[in-house]
Every structure is written in structure tokens, then in C-alpha cells.
């Protein structure tokens, strides 16, 4: 069991590094205490949408910053308010600090500043999504792992009947590490 | 026209020679008037001489009827010339040989271009080769790795099974076998990453001493089972964060230690770190010590094989022997005392430079081998691997690592008495800020319940009383050291007459080796107290510190008093708290604030198998929102505006709450809800006023419960929520607290048993 502890560790230091560095914050972890046989890919499914409604919102505060008739700032405090109202639910910390900095910019109708916290909350959203991809990755790689043993220990007729004690140790070791269990039939 | 008796022939043939030089001058005069009848007038008429010069030129006589002629020739023909023949030959061939320089030299410049217009594509090819070399070696590497892992995985597994000794032995082997292949391509890799130079340091705050504890915990079995003392010092000037790579810092970390643990049999593994600055007031100091031959502290040496080493045997550098260790750790003392006062000067600079060392007892390195030691692949002997396993990688990966973080690793080493390996990094120092930040969600907390506790530890070496001490100071403990059971307990007593309990330490340390070594003075400290004055006061709890203890060696401390927990080497700050804990009985504080399990069972009991409906413009929170009630147990359903929240919420509806974000676009929730209540009074009208249906009477008022989602709870005015009908409020995201007491008022909890 010595790899699947490294892989927890792995996991473990990963997710904790996150958290160490403000990427995401506490609301991230109760998200991920969400998820279950019910809803296994919920967290990937919940940042998935925001990725998707992240990338929309920062194109239209580029587009309307670049008007040269004048920029809509309502627009944007509009924009800005949706996003730090998603990141704050998902509990991309870093993401909404950067939401908060630019209000104060588009408040004060400051065109230059807010182009400088356009850049900056494009940053926080790309370094929080290769983070969550990673972290993703490296669950379903720990579910795929799962999913072969139990195939392979389950399906292996000419050895002793395997013992399930193990099977069951597998599974706790996983939502431990904070994966959850494919149903396998 | 002249005659005379002159001889004119002689005179002109006189004449003619002195102006020809050598050649003699043929000259024949012609009386040409009749132009077919040349009369000869002078000359010989038979004489042609060399016909193929001739130079024939008019003469006037002044006479108007007659016309002459003179007629000049060589009498000889001239020789060819031999001189013009032969320059002309040899500028000619002057000619050929500039000729054939020059094009000799442009031959060879086309042709050293043409070999340079190669060369350089052959260069352009062994570059794309080196890279496909070794993106090949990597991927290969890494699809090696993967199934790799499977066959670990799958011995795992097998080895928790029953087994017959054979199989388990085959299992056991082929799990070794695999295991050391893992280790080869991830190192593999790592090489071709520096290689390929995309090894990247990342800069993020850690904590030096809890890598160490890791590294040291992760060894700390190999080493026991060994018998070798493990242990690790950090100077107290070491910041407790710094900016830096924990990754590749405790990856160095674990090769040298690694390499120490494989390599000896006896004696200690001391790994110390220290700020780099110190080393020259060490320096000088040992020079002092040598020149007063030998220190003047009261240090037990029982034997002239004894060094001042952590376990005695004698290690390769001596600078981590007492002798030097002291001044450093004095020094520090001294200085961390007076500067607490003071502004840190150091503090203004932006890096902090700190030197590790790790010191062994073990084979050492052959002096012919040294100076390959960092080459991969080298290692000392071709037996090497085959005993001791490895592949000689680690440590031209350690040297590429420390140079990557801006220091120098060196080495000394002496056969058969052991090796220290030392390397300087560079790291950055943390701000406050980040420092705050990060200390909240630190992975190991060492417990504050040992503040200000007073420990005695009996040690004979010194080095290892001082690492002990490092690790209890970590605690807040307050530790004094003595190099004898009968020196701590003079301490205790006399401390215990004079000034009562308050000098009176809590607890006693004593190291096992000191223990069994001191026999005489093994009567229990307790026994010596009690005997000491009558006044009865508190026993110090006395515990001892062991690399290996045997059950026979157990029973004797527990026989003499010492308390049942012994603390393992090496010597962890985590392991003696708890190891404390269990002996004082000092608990950890619970921790403030909700236990999640029950929180979560409370609102469940409120929240099951109601029907919900979500309102909230953006689908991230919608999701959220839904996905955190659905966990309750309840029935969700989402809307994305106030326009569809209306249409879902026509009477009759079956929904027993609403959770309503307020700013959406079109309408926003105060609007939605005033509609709603609108519909639900128009409605609960027609009831009232209309049929006394039983039905419709049970059913009484329509009123479903709207609660305002929004993120700023603070500043959420109540009254508004409440001017427009709405019955209460929650924070979004949810906050469990939070949405039980707003919940709370609608729901009744059911009894757990129907959950």
C-alpha cells in the first residue's frame, strides 16, 4: 500500500499547497466535502462552469474597456460583481481579492487602473485553473487507479478469493485523500 | 656626291662598325631613277647579308634628275635572343604559379564554407537529436513509470495476503527489485531535466525545521534498526520561514541523508543547519581550544577513545565536535539575547545564506574516489552498487540542485571514519505579511500546552544534549542541560530547599546511554529527593530518551521510577509533545467552534426531503448553492431569474423555501418577491373569500419563505429584506451556522430516526 500512501501524501501536499497559498480558500474545502457517490464529479463540474463563466466575463470587460467612444464602467462594476459573486462561491480566494481591488477602479471610473486589474485578475484566473486542472488530474488518475485494482483483484478468478478487507482499506485511503469512489459493477 | 682620293669605303665601313657595335653593317646606295635598273653606287654588289632586316631610306644629293637610295642590312643574322626568349618564359610561367595560388585560395575558401554550411547542419542535427534524446529518455521514462507503478501496486496488495515464506520472499524481492527501478527513472529524469535545464526552483514559504522532521522521520526506523543515532540540529538564527523550494530542499536533504543511512554501521547521522555567517567566529575559537589543549568544562570522558561527537565515535570534520559546536551555540545565545532588544540588522537583507551539514560515522570515501564523487553515475567502487544498492546518480543531482539555489557543496571524508557532507543555499527571507498568512494553515502545529515548562536533560555528550535541548526549546520549554544523573539530581534538591517549586523542574530527560553508564547513580531521582529535605513536594516526572531499548531495559527504568512512555530517537519536537502529553497528561485544547459532523446532522434534520428552490443569475452559484443543499438531503431546484422563479412559484406550488439571490438583472430579488407575495395575497384572498373548501383551508396562507442570498452579510439590510416581504437572510456560500438559524425558524427538526 506504500505507492497509494505516496499518491495520498501527493494529493494531500498538493491541496494543501493551494490552500497555503491563498489560491482557494475554506469554501473550496466544504465544496469538496460535497461530493459524493451521488454527485462524484461535482467540484470538477462546479469549476468546469466557472471556468466557462470566468473567460466570458473577463472578455467583456476587455471589449468594453477598449471602447474609444467612452467604457461603460456600469458595465463593468455589472461584470465585476457577477465574478466575485462566483469565485467566492467556489472559494477561489485570490480571484475574488483581485474582483474586490478592481471595484475600487471602475468605482473611481479609472480606465487605467482597471486595465491593470484586468491583468491581474487574467492572471489569478489562469494560475487557479492550472492549479484545479492539475488537482483534478491527479483525483482521477487516483479513481482510474482504483477502478483497475478493484477490476483486476475482482476479476482475477484462478487466485484465493480476494480478500474485500482490502478493497475497503483502498476505498477509505481514497476520501481520505479527499477522491471519492466510482461505483464499479 | 663626293670623289676624292678618300677611301670612303673604309671610313663608312669604319664609321659603321664604331655606331653597330659588333655587327657588322651592310651598306649597298642605289641609283634608282630608272626604277627597274637599279644602278649600284656603293656597296658589294654580291653581299645580301640578312635580307629579313633591311632598312632602305631615301638620299638627296640635292641633285633634281637622279634619285637614290640606301640600303642598310645586317651582314650576319641576328642570333635569337635568348634573354627575351627566357624572361618571357619565366614571366609566363610566373604568371602560372600566381595564377595557381590564387586559385588554389579561392578553392579553398569555397570549400572551407562549403565544410562550414555542413557543420552547421550537422550541428542543427545533433541538437534535434540531444533534444529528441532526451524528450525519448523522458517519455519513455515516464511510460515506463507508469506500469511500473501497477506491478508496485499489484506486490502491494499481494504481500498484504497470505502467503508461504517462498512466496512472500519472491514477492519481497521482486517489490525491491521494482521499487529501486522507480527510484533509477525518476532520478533519469531528474537528470535530463537539469539537463534540458527546465528545472525550475519555485519560491514559496516553508518551514525548514518540520522538511527535517519529515526526512528524519522518514529514516528514522532504517536508522534504529541500525543502531545509529540519528539527530538534527537548527540553530536558532535560522528564520522560521523561508522563501524557497521545500521540494528540492528536502530532496537533498533525503539523498545525503539517504547516502549516510546506507553507508554506516555505527556511531551517528548529525544533520546541522546554521547561518553561513557564523562560521568565522568558529573558526577562530577552535584554533584557541587546540592551542589550550583541551576544553576545561567538566565533561565526562571515560576513555581516550571518546570524541566530542553526538554518539562518541569520531567523525571526519571536526567541526561538529563539542569543541567547536559549543562556541556556536554559545555565541548564537549570546547574540540572540542581545539582539532581541535590538533591530535585527540582518533583517534589511533580502536573502539568508544557510549551511548544512550532514555528518556520518560510517565507511567513508576512498581518497582515489573523492574527486569523482559528484559525476553521476560514478560511485566509489565497482562493488558498490551490488552491496549497497543505488546508482550513483543522487549526488550530481544534489550538486545541480544546491548550485541551482546558489551555494556549494563540499565534502569531507576520512575511510573507516566517516564523511560530512556541507552545502550552502541561499533562500529568501519571508515578510510578515505572507508569514501570517501562511502560519494559519500550517501542515504540522506544534502544541503551545508546554510553554514555560522547566526540563533537565542528563546527557553525557554534549552535542546530543544540545540537539534534545534545540527540540525542547521548540516547545517554549525551558531546559537546562547535565552530563550526569547525580549532577541533575544535586540540581533538583537544592533548587527544592532554597526556593520551593518554583526552580523546580517539571520534568527530567535522561538519556538511556547516560542512565545504564551512570549504574551507581540509577537509584531513582525520586528516591534521592525524598530522601534530600521532609518537605513533600512535587516528584519531577522523569522519562527517558532512547535509540533502541530492549523489554528487559524497560522494565528496569520502570522499575527505577522512570514513567512507562519512552522518547524515541531521533529526537522530533511532534513525537516529544506527544510523548509529554501522555506523561503530564496536558491535553490538547478542543478545537473552538462547531464540530462539522454535527452541524452537518443538524441541518440535515431540518432540511430533509423539503422541496427548495434556488434563484441566482450566475450558474456557478446556483450549482454551489444546489449541490451544499442537496447534501442536507433536500429536493433543489434552480431558476436562473426572477421572471422564471415567478412562473415556478404560481399558485399552487409545492416548494417549502425559496432561496433568492438579490442583485440579478431584469429584476432583482427584492422586486421577484414583492410579485410573489403579491401573488400569494391575491391568492390567500380567494380563499378566504371564497369556498370554505376544507382543502384549500388547510391548506390556510400561502407564504413560502424567501431568504435573501448575499455576500456581504454585514452590510445586508434587514429592513429592506423585510419591507419586500422576505422572511430572512443567508451569506453566500453558504455558512452552516449561518443558514441553520435563518432555516431554523421555518423548518421543524425531525427526529433523527426518520433521517
Not at chain 1, 140 to 155: D, E, M, Q
Request: proline share 3%; net charge neutral.
Amino acid at each position: 500500500m506504500d505507492f497509494v500512501n505516496q499518491l495520498q501524501r501527493k494529493f494531500i501536499d498538493y491541496s494543501s499547497s493551494l490552500h497555503r497559498e491563498g489560491i482557494v480558500d475554506d469554501q473550496f474545502t466544504q465544496l469538496r466535502k460535497l461530493e459524493d457517490e451521488n454527485s462524484p464529479h461535482f467540484v470538477m463540474e462546479v469549476a468546469s462552469l466557472f471556468f466557462e463563466d470566468c473567460e466570458k466575463l473577463i472578455n467583456n470587460m476587455a471589449i468594453a474597456l477598449e471602447q474609444k467612444q467612452g467604457v461603460d464602467f456600469k458595465q463593468i462594476e455589472e461584470c465585476i460583481h457577477q465574478l466575485k459573486g462566483s469565485s467566492s462561491s467556489i472559494g477561489a480566494m485570490r480571484v475574488k481579492n483581485a474582483c474586490i481591488a478592481f471595484r475600487s477602479f471602475s468605482g473611481a471610473q479609472n480606465r487605467e487602473g482597471c486595465l491593470r486589474c484586468l491583468q491581474q485578475l487574467s492572471h489569478e484566473y489562469s494560475l487557479l485553473k492550472n492549479k484545479l486542472q492539475t488537482l483534478f488530474r491527479v483525483s482521477v488518475a487516483s479513481r482510474c487507479l482504483y477502478v483497475c485494482l478493484v477490476i483486476f483483484c475482482r476479476g482475477n478468478e484462478h487466485a484465493e478469493p480476494f480478500p474485500d478487507v482490502l478493497v475497503f482499506q483502498l476505498e477509505k485511503q481514497i476520501v481520505a485523500a479527499g477522491g471519492s469512489i466510482p461505483r464499479v459493477h | 656626291y663626293l670623289g676624292g682620293a678618300f677611301d670612303v669605303e673604309s671610313l663608312v665601313e669604319n664609321l659603321l662598325g664604331q655606331l653597330a657595335g659588333n655587327q657588322a653593317i651592310l651598306v649597298n646606295v642605289y641609283d634608282v631613277t630608272n626604277s627597274s635598273d637599279h644602278l649600284i653606287m656603293y656597296g658589294h654588289q654580291n653581299q645580301d647579308g640578312d635580307l629579313a632586316l633591311l632598312h632602305e631610306s631615301k638620299l638627296d644629293f640635292g641633285d633634281p634628275f637622279r634619285k637614290h637610295t640606301m640600303i642598310c642590312r645586317y651582314h650576319q643574322k641576328a642570333p635569337t635572343s635568348w634573354t627575351a626568349l627566357t624572361t618571357a618564359f619565366l614571366f609566363f610561367v610566373i604568371c602560372l604559379l600566381v595564377g595557381y595560388i590564387l586559385y588554389g585560395a579561392a578553392i579553398h575558401i569555397v570549400k572551407v564554407e562549403d565544410d562550414f554550411h555542413e557543420m552547421q547542419e550537422l550541428k542543427v542535427r545533433a541538437e534535434a537529436a540531444d533534444v529528441a534524446k532526451s524528450q525519448f529518455l523522458a517519455t519513455v521514462s515516464h511510460e515506463i513509470r507508469t506500469p511500473m507503478n501497477g506491478i508496485l501496486g499489484m506486490l502491494a496488495l499481494l504481500l498484504d495476503t497470505d502467503l508461504s515464506s517462498t512466496q512472500r520472499d519472491y514477492a519481497q524481492t521482486a517489490q525491491v527489485c521494482g521499487k529501486a527501478l522507480i527510484t533509477l527513472i525518476n532520478e533519469v529524469l531528474d537528470r535530463a531535466k537539469i539537463e534540458a535545464g527546465k528545472l525550475e526552483m519555485e519560491t514559496v514559504p516553508f518551514d525548514l525545521r518540520s522538511i527535517l522532521d519529515d526526512v528524519l522521520s522518514l529514516f528514522s526506523e532504517k536508522s534504529r534498526n541500525k543502531g545509529v543515532e540519528l539527530a538534527v540540529f537548527v540553530s536558532d538564527k535560522v528564520p522560521e520561514m523561508v522563501m524557497g523550494d521545500p521540494g528540492r530542499f528536502r530532496q537533498i536533504i533525503t539523498n545525503l541523508v539517504g547516502n549516510s543511512v546506507k553507508f554506516t554501521e555505527r556511531g551517528h547521522i548529525f544533520v546541522k543547519v546554521h547561518l553561513a555567517e557564523n562560521l568565522k567566529p568558529m573558526a577562530e575559537a577552535k584554533a584557541e581550544t587546540f592551542l589550550n589543549g583541551g576544553s576545561d568544562e567538566g565533561v565526562l570522558v571515560s576513555s581516550a577513545h571518546q570524541f566530542k561527537t553526538l554518539s562518541g565515535y569520531e567523525a571526519a570534520d571536526e567541526r561538529n565536535s563539542w569543541d567547536s559546536f559549543k562556541y556556536l551555540v554559545a555565541d548564537e545565545e549570546s547574540q540572540y539575547n542581545a539582539l532581541i532588544n535590538m533591530p535585527l540588522a540582518g533583517e534589511t537583507s533580502q536573502n539568508v545564506t544557510l549551511m548544512v551539514s550532514v555528518e556520518d560515522t560510517g565507511i567513508g570515501i576512498p581518497l582515489i574516489a573523492q574527486d569523482r564523487v559528484f559525476m553521476p553515475f560514478m560511485q566509489a567502487d565497482s562493488s558498490t552498487s551490488r552491496n549497497y544498492g543505488g546508482t550513483g546518480i543522487g549526488l550530481s543531482i544534489t550538486k545541480c540542485l544546491v548550485e541551482l539555489m546558489g551555494g556549494h557543496i563540499s565534502f569531507v571524508s576520512r575511510p573507516q571514519v566517516g564523511s560530512t557532507f556541507s552545502f550552502t543555499a541561499a533562500f529568501g527571507r519571508c515578510k510578515k505579511a505572507s508569514f501570517s498568512d501562511t502560519k494559519k494553515s500550517n501542515t504540522e502545529d506544534l502544541p503551545s500546552s508546554f510553554q514555560g515548562l522547566k526540563a533537565i536533560v542528563v546527557d553525557g555528550k554534549p552535542v546530543r544534549a544540545a540537539v534534545t535541548r534545540y527540540h525542547l526549546k521548540r516547545l517554549g520549554m525551558l531546559v537546562e542541560v547535565g552530563s550526569s544523573v547525580k549532577m541533575a539530581a544535586s540540581a533538583c534538591g537544592k533548587n527544592g530547599s532554597s526556593c520551593g517549586t518554583k526552580n523546580q523542574p517539571d520534568i527530567i530527560l535522561v538519556e538511556k546511554d547516560s542512565w545504564l553508564s551512570g549504574e551507581d547513580g540509577g537509584l531513582s531521582l525520586g528516591m534521592l529527593d525524598r530522601k534530600q529535605n521532609g518537605h513533600v513536594f512535587k516528584l519531577p516526572k522523569m522519562i527517558l530518551l532512547a535509540t533502541n531499548i530492549t523489554n528487559a531495559e524497560l522494565e528496569k527504568a520502570k522499575a527505577a521510577g522512570f514513567s512507562d512512555t519512552t522518547i524515541m530517537k531521533p529526537v522530533r519536537a511532534s513525537m516529544v509533545a506527544a510523548c509529554l502529553q501522555q506523561v503530564l497528561g496536558i491535553g490538547k485544547k478542543r478545537q473552538a467552534g462547531k464540530d462539522m459532523l454535527n452541524g452537518s446532522l443538524v441541518l440535515r434534520s431540518l432540511l430533509y426531503g423539503k422541496k427548495i428552490l434556488v434563484v441566482d443569475d450566475n450558474m456557478v452559484n446556483r450549482r454551489v448553492a444546489a449541490g451544499a443543499l442537496k447534501k442536507f438531503g433536500a429536493a433543489v431546484e434552480c431558476a436562473d431569474s426572477g421572471k422564471a422563479a415567478l412562473k415556478l412559484l404560481q399558485i399552487p406550488h409545492y416548494f417549502d423555501a425559496c432561496f433568492m439571490d438579490i442583485q440579478m438583472p431584469e429584476m432583482d430579488g427584492f422586486e421577484a418577491t414583492r410579485r410573489i407575495r403579491k401573488m400569494e395575497s391575491q391568492a390567500n384572498e380567494q380563499i378566504n373569500g371564497g369556498s370554505i373548501d376544507e382543502e384549500s383551508a388547510r391548506k390556510g396562507k400561502w407564504h413560502v419563505p424567501i431568504l435573501a442570498m448575499t455576500a456581504d452579510v454585514i452590510h445586508a439590510t434587514y429592513d429592506e429584506c423585510l419591507k419586500c416581504g422576505m422572511d430572512g437572510y443567508v451569506s453566500k456560500p453558504f455558512e452552516e451556522e449561518n443558514l441553520y438559524q435563518a432555516v431554523a425558524k421555518f423548518f421543524k427538526a425531525k427526529p433523527m430516526s426518520e433521517l
